[in-house]
């Protein structure tokens, strides 16, 4: 009997040796869409990769302030997140059909498109602490309008089979960093900072039981949160309002008080817990305190680069090759701070890895999409192995 078409489709993909995928990732930040269209060829451990195209293509204000109206809120507008389920999903298909024509690429070239989709609310239980609730996250951005839509093979929603294997649902970057990142003879750390800060960490024995990966705390959710509130800008453009303003020391030791810190790893977070009311409730605590808008920012630039210093310290070794990538990569006032909090480290960017830092997320979406094609399950430190995404087809 013979597969119906979208079957046979799929068939045909997961036997090929090498194949051609487009990775996407709107992150915490929302500033935009990362696309990446990369080549596979083998899989697992095998695995080797080649970034063709990427594009970030920034969101605009009214798209921006529509997701913030349901973005990291314990109340929110259900018709608003029905709509923007469906309305994220076309979306994300024009802008990839968008970059296709800009890279005169034929849809009919690609094999496979892996969407990460819009996480919404990420509530792990630690974080939620409701009797009887397993730990949960919500991506949105549904799956079938990009496949319909650009007419390739879609997967989505990678993070619920982590959870459902026993994880948090983040960070997935390990399965993307022990396969293109690491090398035997060097330990290496891949620090994230994007809107959240994450690590993975890559022992010089390579032995997979040893790897581990976390988030850390706030990379630039606070900053870009505070720019916004006081000088009316996304972010702070190279760390220029951060390095005129003096750090608040006192706010500072108080910010690194929080509980998150003490908890022991693998961990995550979300703009849910660091946000910028929870900034302004610690200030309130401290008596007879003001704070000028450039040493705010100062300080929780102070706050991201110092919380990452106090991980490495604790968890890795202050002598430690790190390869940062995420859009705080090009914060030099975050970059240098960390070299000088770990003088003993040598601090280079994924670039030299031949990866690049601002299309590492996409990459890692189109190398999970790879995996569920073609790959095994693969056990990492105490990560579930498990092949994740969900299929939507075209027809
Ligand atoms: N030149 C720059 N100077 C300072 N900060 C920058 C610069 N370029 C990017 N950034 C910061 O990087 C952010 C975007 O980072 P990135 O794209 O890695 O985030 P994301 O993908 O949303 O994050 P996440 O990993 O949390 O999902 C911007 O909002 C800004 O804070
Ligand atoms: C729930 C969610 O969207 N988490 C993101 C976020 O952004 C950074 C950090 O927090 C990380 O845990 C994760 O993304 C990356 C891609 C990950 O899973 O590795």
Same mark, same amino acid.
């Given at each position: 009997?013979?597969?119906?078409?979208?079957?046979?489709?799929?068939?045909?993909? &997961?036997?090929?040796? #090498? *194949?051609? +995928?487009?990775?996407?990732?709107?992150?915490?930040?929302? $500033? =935009?869409?990362? @696309? !990446?269209?990369?080549?596979?060829?083998?899989?697992?451990?095998?695995?080797?990769?080649?970034?063709?195209?990427?594009?970030?293509?920034?969101?605009?204000?009214?798209?921006?302030?529509?997701?913030?109206?349901?973005?990291?809120?314990?109340?929110?507008?259900?018709?608003?997140?029905?709509?923007?389920?469906?309305?994220?999903?076309?979306?994300?298909?024009?802008?990839?059909?968008?970059?296709?024509?800009?890279?005169?690429?034929?849809?009919?070239?690609?094999?496979?498109?892996?969407?990460?989709?819009?996480?919404?609310?990420?509530?792990? &239980?630690?974080?939620? #602490? *409701?009797? +009887?609730?397993?730990?949960?996250?919500?991506?949105?951005? $549904? =799956?079938?309008? @990009? !496949?319909?839509?650009?007419?390739?093979?879609?997967?989505?929603?990678?993070?619920?089979?982590?959870?459902?294997?026993?994880?948090?649902?983040?960070?997935?970057?390990?399965?993307?960093?022990?396969?293109?990142?690491?090398?035997?003879?060097?330990?290496?750390?891949?620090?994230?900072?994007?809107?959240?800060?994450?690590?993975?960490?890559?022992?010089?024995?390579?032995?997979?039981?040893?790897?581990?990966?976390?988030?850390?705390?706030?990379?630039?959710?606070?900053?870009?949160?505070?720019?916004?509130?006081?000088?009316?800008?996304?972010?702070?453009?190279?760390?220029?309002?951060?390095?005129?303003?003096?750090?608040?020391?006192?706010?500072?030791?108080?910010?690194?008080?929080?509980?998150?810190?003490?908890?022991?790893?693998?961990?995550?977070?979300?703009?849910?817990?660091?946000?910028?009311?929870?900034?302004?409730?610690?200030?309130?605590?401290?008596?007879?305190?003001?704070?000028?808008?450039?040493?705010?920012?100062?300080?929780?630039?102070?706050?991201?680069?110092?919380?990452?210093?106090?991980?490495?310290?604790?968890?890795?070794?202050?002598?430690?090759?790190?390869?940062?990538?995420?859009?705080?990569?090009?914060?030099?006032?975050?970059?240098?701070?960390?070299?000088?909090?770990?003088?003993?480290?040598?601090?280079?960017?994924?670039?030299?890895?031949?990866?690049?830092?601002?299309?590492?997320?996409?990459?890692?979406?189109?190398?999970?999409?790879?995996?569920?094609?073609?790959?095994?399950?693969?056990?990492?430190?105490?990560?579930?192995?498990?092949?994740?995404?969900?299929?939507?087809?075209?027809?």
């Amino acid at each position: 009997m013979a597969l119906n078409r979208n079957l046979q489709q799929l068939f045909n993909i &997961a036997q090929k040796d #090498n *194949r051609v +995928g487009v990775g996407l990732m709107s992150g915490t930040s929302l $500033d =935009g869409l990362d @696309i !990446a269209l990369c080549r596979f060829t083998g899989h697992s451990m095998q695995t080797q990769f080649e970034l063709l195209n990427f594009v970030t293509i920034p969101y605009n204000d009214k798209f921006k302030s529509e997701i913030r109206q349901v973005f990291a809120k314990r109340q929110a507008d259900l018709e608003l997140l029905t709509l923007l389920n469906a309305r994220i999903g076309r979306y994300h298909a024009e802008l990839i059909l968008q970059a296709f024509d800009e890279w005169k690429i034929n849809p009919a070239e690609v094999d496979y498109i892996a969407s990460h989709g819009q996480t919404i609310y990420h509530a792990p &239980a630690r974080q939620h #602490n *409701r009797t +009887g609730y397993p730990d949960a996250t919500l991506q949105i951005g $549904d =799956g079938d309008h @990009i !496949a319909v839509k650009t007419g390739i093979i879609t997967i989505s929603d990678f993070r619920q089979k982590h959870i459902a294997g026993g994880g948090e649902g983040a960070p997935l970057a390990l399965y993307g960093d022990v396969l293109l990142g690491s090398k035997a003879g060097e330990g290496r750390l891949l620090l994230n900072i994007g809107g959240i800060a994450n690590a993975t960490w890559l022992p010089a024995s390579q032995n997979l039981s040893e790897v581990f990966s976390t988030d850390i705390g706030p990379g630039n959710t606070l900053i870009d949160a505070a720019c916004k509130k006081h000088f009316d800008q996304p972010y702070d453009k190279d760390g220029a309002i951060a390095l005129s303003g003096i750090v608040d020391e006192t706010l500072l030791n108080a910010l690194l008080q929080h509980a998150f810190f003490e908890q022991g790893l693998p961990k995550t977070t979300g703009p849910e817990v660091f946000n910028l009311a929870f900034v302004e409730q610690v200030i309130s605590t401290l008596k007879a305190h003001e704070i000028k808008p450039a040493d705010l920012i100062a300080t929780l630039t102070a706050y991201t680069a110092e919380s990452i210093a106090q991980f490495v310290s604790k968890y890795v070794s202050t002598y430690v090759n790190i390869y940062v990538s995420g859009g705080g990569a090009s914060n030099p006032a975050v970059i240098n701070y960390l070299k000088k909090r770990l003088p003993e480290s040598k601090i280079s960017n994924t670039n030299v890895l031949g990866i690049n830092p601002d299309a590492k997320e996409a990459i890692l979406f189109a190398l999970l999409g790879n995996e569920a094609l073609g790959g095994e399950p693969i056990a990492i430190g105490n990560n579930p192995a498990v092949l994740m995404g969900k299929f939507s087809f075209p027809y």
